[in-house]
């Protein structure tokens, strides 16, 4: 009887899903977050931090990378799988305000050659 009831409602999600009126994107399978929980590779995360060493940061918007995990830093986000940083997006909130000088809060210095460690990267932003 239990393996009918089973197979009653494995026919009715196929029968659903199949119409169109609802797609796998709305069903979260034993998720309770879209997000994996994932911490980032311990050398990609050294590379980030040498490559805030070597920035001036006058806004201080790179004093909140601490911690081990820097998937969950401001600007930077990692694949959910795996844990390697795929997006490093460091803007200036300034630049386009015509009431405050955007270059007082402009990130400057080095690019540290350790970015070249960060090889899953495939957009990166810094200003």
Not at 8 to 37: A, M, P, Q, R
Not at 40 to 56: D, H, P, S, V
Not at 89 to 94: A, I, Q, T
């Amino acid at each position: 009887m239990e393996g009918a009831i089973t197979s009653f409602w494995v026919l009715l999600l196929v029968l659903i899903l199949s119409s169109g009126f609802l797609h796998l994107e709305t069903i979260k399978f034993g998720l309770c977050s879209d997000t994996y929980n994932v911490s980032c590779i311990a050398g990609e995360r050294n590379a980030l931090l040498n490559l805030k060493q070597g920035l001036t940061d006058p806004s201080g918007r790179l004093s909140s990378w601490t911690g081990e995990n820097c998937c969950s830093w401001p600007g930077v986000r990692c694949r959910d799988q795996s844990g390697h940083v795929t997006k490093l997006k460091l803007r200036n909130l300034y630049s386009s305000s015509p009431d405050v000088d955007g270059t007082a809060y402009a990130l400057g210095g080095e690019i540290h050659p350790s970015l070249l460690h960060l090889k899953y990267l495939r957009y990166l932003v810094i200003n």
